[in-house]
């Protein structure tokens, strides 16, 4: 059956956040829904609208006066108490909920359980109760873990391995969505970027701006003449902001109940992480020599400078991510660009818009270009290293 | 102008004799020193507590004099103090210093050497050598603070290097042991380390009656960014000289990403509001 009824209102949280707040200007600009807000305390109006205004700005839009009347903000309570939202969602009509907050803290396991886990399974016995026609849940391109195989648009078995606790919770999480009775759709983006056409962003230092702002922090102190670096040619999966925002919006209101979909760019067009350090090398680090190694097992971490290998530990889960041979199925994809969806797949050349306007706006590596300009090697060599360096 | 103290002591105004160093800096250093001689009590208790771990009578007494240099520290930091005229407090005040004293406690109680060797000799002094080597360039601070800072330096490189020799042989009669204390020991006292690497504070600004919002490190010619990068640097320098594997260090080092809350940022984007991670003037237009 495909979801023909446009609900009133919908329930929303982690508007507050990136991906939430991509999904509310979304709803407030192409649909005409009400959100009903479930805010941590203390989060004032006026707070919570000025990323989405800046978004709309951003994305040459404004935010209409009218959005205003659209928008409810409601304090989430302590768990226990959530039987006070009865009222305000009873009257606002709200007949479907968008579940996008979650921790993405790689590292607090307990913060882990408790929002992925705990907070959806309460939101879930929730919406049982408020009558709710249909569960969307923001999961991950990852949730299924390290498999072998393309990642299917299906409930995950438990993995063997998982790139962290994160993803092991989503997958958990999902499975509590699909076991709920509550029809659901399950989206699951892979790493988000900034806008494909101008490279605006305002996401947190997660992915691949982890990585950008970790060189920014610790390569762009002092030139560099040679540099290690996790560089294995492997497609990483990205998805641009706005092609997040598109395909979102056309899953919303096209597929049918209990779908799961890999929001995931071609892997063909993808560029390679040895792609992406290339690009930097070559506009920002300009080194002699760049020393590329698979996985990060082989680089010989203890002869390194000590800045490039605190770049390499910090951004190591997230590397080793982007490193795994991940093969998406995209049969949602194709079925929804069929009908009508603009998906910009992210490529070499759409990230470098993302990574120049990083760059651009960066105070830090202008100044290392001013300090660092007679040094900046002209050509630089690139080096495959198959095995650690030295005895 | 003369200057002049509140009631608490912190100063309010300009250096007499010639001293171009401004409020500014009298107040930074109130802070920076306060929140030393924390650390010094707080290394007191720890050796003085695992005095009793020790296996041997010579590490016993060694780790008694560890003890008692410390001791000396907290004297001269406070010398210092009353001799430029600045106020210092001799009690702990940061919960950061509590909470780390509290790990170690629990770490002495179920006798494990390990994780209180890890905690006291390197992970807390290796801050501590970050501390006092940024104290100790005269030219970015004063003579007397970069005398003081100096001499207390040796101490704390020495320090190191006895905690570094002590998880050396535990390492090599129990690496797995060893190896899951400093995963334990990281995990609590880490977060805390780093977390004081700010002028920002809970309640020790009120303690010295400085104004909090006039604490900047560009008075000693630095800034919180360089601090955290240096001590990082010096962390996994640490645990290399002590002979942890990187594959071990690694997923720790990783963990570190966390612990700035990892804010939103802004880049290209018009919002007045600015990312979690800056004020709205710096957002405005650009990334913070």
Same mark, same amino acid.
């Given at each position: 059956?495909?979801?023909?009824?446009?609900? @009133?209102?919908?329930?929303?949280?982690?508007?507050?956040?990136?991906?939430?707040?991509?999904?509310?200007?979304?709803?407030?600009?192409?649909?005409?829904?009400?959100?009903?807000?479930?805010?941590?305390?203390?989060? %004032?109006?006026?707070?919570?609208?000025?990323?989405?205004?800046?978004?709309?700005?951003?994305?040459?839009?404004?935010?209409?006066?009218?959005?205003?009347?659209?928008?409810?903000?409601?304090?989430?309570?302590?768990?226990?108490?959530?039987?006070?939202?009865?009222?305000?969602?009873?009257?606002?009509?709200?007949?479907?909920?968008?579940?996008?907050?979650?921790?993405?803290?790689?590292?607090?396991?307990? %913060?882990?359980?408790?929002?992925?886990?705990?907070?959806?399974?309460?939101?879930?016995?929730?919406?049982?109760?408020?009558?709710?026609?249909?569960?969307?849940?923001?999961?991950?391109?990852?949730?299924?873990?390290?498999?072998?195989?393309?990642?299917?648009?299906?409930?995950?078995?438990?993995?063997?391995?998982?790139?962290?606790?994160?993803?092991?919770?989503?997958?958990? %999480?999902?499975?509590?969505?699909?076991?709920?009775?509550?029809?659901?759709?399950?989206?699951?983006?892979?790493?988000?970027?900034?806008?494909?056409?101008?490279?605006?962003?305002?996401?947190?230092?997660?992915?691949?701006?982890?990585?950008?702002?970790?060189?920014?922090?610790?390569?762009?102190?002092?030139?560099?003449?040679?540099?290690?670096?996790?560089?294995?040619?492997?497609?990483?999966?990205?998805?641009?902001?706005?092609?997040?925002?598109?395909?979102?919006?056309?899953?919303?209101?096209?597929?049918?109940?209990?779908?799961?979909?890999?929001?995931?760019?071609?892997?063909?067009?993808?560029?390679?992480?040895?792609?992406?350090?290339?690009?930097?090398?070559?506009?920002?680090?300009?080194?002699?020599?760049?020393?590329?190694?698979?996985?990060?097992?082989?680089?010989?971490?203890?002869?390194?400078?000590?800045?490039?290998?605190?770049?390499?530990?910090?951004?190591?889960?997230?590397?080793?991510?982007?490193?795994?041979?991940?093969?998406?199925?995209?049969?949602?994809?194709?079925?929804?660009?069929?009908?009508?969806?603009?998906?910009?797949?992210?490529?070499?050349?759409?990230?470098?818009?993302?990574?120049?306007?990083?760059?651009?706006?960066?105070?830090?590596?202008?100044?290392?270009?001013?300090?660092?300009?007679?040094?900046?090697?002209?050509?630089?060599?690139?080096?495959?290293?198959?095995?650690?360096?030295?005895? | 102008?003369?200057?002049?103290?509140?009631?608490?002591?912190?100063?309010?105004?300009?250096?007499?004799?010639?001293?171009? @160093?401004?409020?500014?800096?009298?107040?930074?250093?109130?802070?920076?020193?306060?929140?030393?001689?924390?650390?010094?009590?707080?290394?007191?208790?720890?050796?003085?507590?695992?005095?009793?771990?020790?296996?041997?009578?010579?590490?016993?007494?060694?780790?008694?004099?560890?003890?008692?240099?410390?001791?000396?520290?907290?004297?001269?930091?406070?010398?210092?103090?009353?001799?430029?005229?600045?106020?210092?407090?001799?009690?702990?005040?940061?919960?950061?210093?509590?909470?780390?004293?509290?790990?170690?406690?629990?770490?002495?109680?179920?006798?494990?050497?390990?994780?209180?060797?890890?905690?006291?000799?390197?992970?807390?002094?290796?801050?501590?050598?970050?501390?006092?080597?940024?104290?100790?360039?005269?030219?970015?601070?004063?003579?007397?603070?970069?005398?003081?800072?100096?001499?207390?330096?040796?101490?704390?490189?020495?320090?190191?290097?006895?905690?570094?020799?002590?998880?050396?042989?535990?390492?090599?009669?129990?690496?797995?042991?060893?190896?899951?204390?400093?995963?334990?020991?990281?995990?609590?006292?880490?977060?805390?380390?780093?977390?004081?690497?700010?002028?920002?504070?809970?309640?020790?600004?009120?303690?010295?009656?400085?104004?909090?919002?006039?604490?900047?490190?560009?008075?000693?010619?630095?800034?919180?960014?360089?601090?955290?990068?240096?001590?990082?640097?010096?962390?996994?320098?640490?645990?290399?000289?002590?002979?942890?594997?990187?594959?071990?260090?690694?997923?720790?080092?990783?963990?570190?990403? %966390?612990?700035?809350?990892?804010?939103?940022?802004?880049?290209?984007?018009?919002?007045?509001?600015?990312?979690?991670?800056?004020?709205?003037?710096?957002?405005?237009?650009?990334?913070?």
């Amino acid at each position: 059956m495909v979801a023909s009824s446009r609900p @009133r209102s919908i329930v929303l949280t982690g508007g507050k956040g990136y991906l939430g707040g991509l999904i509310a200007a979304s709803l407030l600009r192409d649909d005409t829904v009400g959100i009903v807000a479930l805010v941590r305390p203390g989060v %004032a109006l006026a707070a919570f609208i000025e990323p989405i205004r800046a978004e709309l700005e951003a994305q040459g839009g404004r935010f209409e006066a009218e959005y205003l009347d659209r928008i409810r903000l409601v304090e989430l309570p302590p768990v226990e108490a959530f039987a006070s939202l009865d009222k305000v969602v009873r009257e606002s009509g709200a007949d479907e909920i968008v579940h996008c907050a979650g921790c993405l803290d790689y590292f607090d396991r307990a %913060a882990l359980e408790t929002v992925n886990i705990a907070l959806t399974r309460a939101l879930l016995e929730q919406s049982r109760r408020w009558g709710l026609r249909r569960f969307v849940y923001l999961s991950t391109a990852f949730s299924s873990g390290y498999i072998d195989g393309p990642v299917r648009e299906v409930l995950h078995d438990e993995a063997a391995n998982d790139p962290t606790d994160y993803t092991r919770t989503k997958r958990l %999480a999902e499975r509590l969505v699909a076991a709920s009775g509550i029809p659901f759709l399950i989206i699951r983006p892979s790493i988000v970027i900034g806008d494909s056409r101008d490279g605006h962003y305002s996401g947190k230092r997660y992915g691949l701006y982890q990585l950008w702002s970790g060189i920014e922090r610790l390569l762009c102190r002092e030139w560099h003449p040679e540099i290690h670096a996790l560089g294995a040619r492997q497609p990483v999966v990205l998805v641009h902001q706005d092609a997040f925002q598109n395909a979102f919006l056309a899953a919303f209101r096209l597929l049918p109940d209990d779908s799961i979909f890999n929001l995931v760019s071609a892997r063909d067009s993808s560029p390679t992480m040895r792609q992406l350090w290339d690009l930097w090398m070559r506009d920002v680090l300009r080194p002699r020599a760049t020393y590329y190694y698979d996985r990060m097992a082989d680089i010989p971490l203890r002869k390194l400078n000590s800045r490039q290998r605190a770049l390499l530990a910090l951004a190591s889960v997230n590397l080793e991510i982007a490193s795994h041979p991940w093969q998406f199925e995209t049969t949602t994809l194709g079925w929804l660009r069929q009908r009508g969806l603009h998906f910009l797949d992210a490529t070499f050349e759409s990230v470098a818009v993302c990574q120049r306007l990083f760059v651009d706006s960066s105070e830090p590596i202008q100044a290392f270009f001013d300090a660092n300009r007679q040094q900046l090697a002209d050509r630089s060599e690139a080096f495959d290293v198959d095995v650690p360096i030295g005895p | 102008m003369a200057h002049r103290t509140s009631p608490q002591g912190a100063l309010t105004g300009r250096r007499p004799g010639g001293d171009d @160093r401004d409020v500014r800096y009298f107040n930074l250093l109130s802070f920076i020193v306060s929140n030393a001689i924390a650390g010094e009590i707080m290394a007191v208790e720890n050796y003085s507590e695992m005095v009793h771990l020790m296996l041997t009578t010579d590490s016993k007494i060694e780790t008694v004099n560890q003890a008692k240099e410390e001791c000396k520290h907290i004297l001269l930091l406070s010398k210092l103090g009353r001799s430029l005229e600045f106020a210092v407090e001799r009690q702990i005040v940061e919960p950061q210093w509590k909470n780390i004293r509290k790990h170690f406690s629990t770490a002495a109680g179920k006798g494990d050497l390990p994780a209180c060797l890890i905690i006291q000799d390197l992970l807390t002094e290796s801050m501590a050598i970050v501390l006092y080597k940024t104290l100790s360039a005269e030219v970015d601070t004063d003579p007397q603070t970069a005398a003081v800072a100096s001499n207390i330096l040796v101490d704390e490189l020495e320090h190191l290097d006895i905690g570094v020799r002590r998880i050396k042989a535990l390492l090599d009669e129990d690496p797995d042991r060893v190896q899951d204390a400093l995963v334990w020991a990281h995990h609590r006292v880490m977060p805390e380390l780093f977390g004081m690497i700010s002028t920002s504070c809970h309640s020790l600004c009120d303690v010295l009656a400085v104004d909090c919002s006039s604490l900047a490190l560009d008075s000693i010619r630095t800034d919180i960014e360089t601090l955290k990068i240096q001590a990082l640097e010096r962390y996994i320098e640490t645990l290399d000289v002590a002979g942890f594997s990187p594959t071990v260090t690694s997923p720790l080092i990783a963990s570190m990403s %966390a612990y700035e809350g990892m804010g939103r940022i802004a880049v290209g984007l018009n919002d007045a509001s600015g990312g979690a991670c800056c004020s709205p003037e710096s957002a405005k237009g650009k990334r913070c």
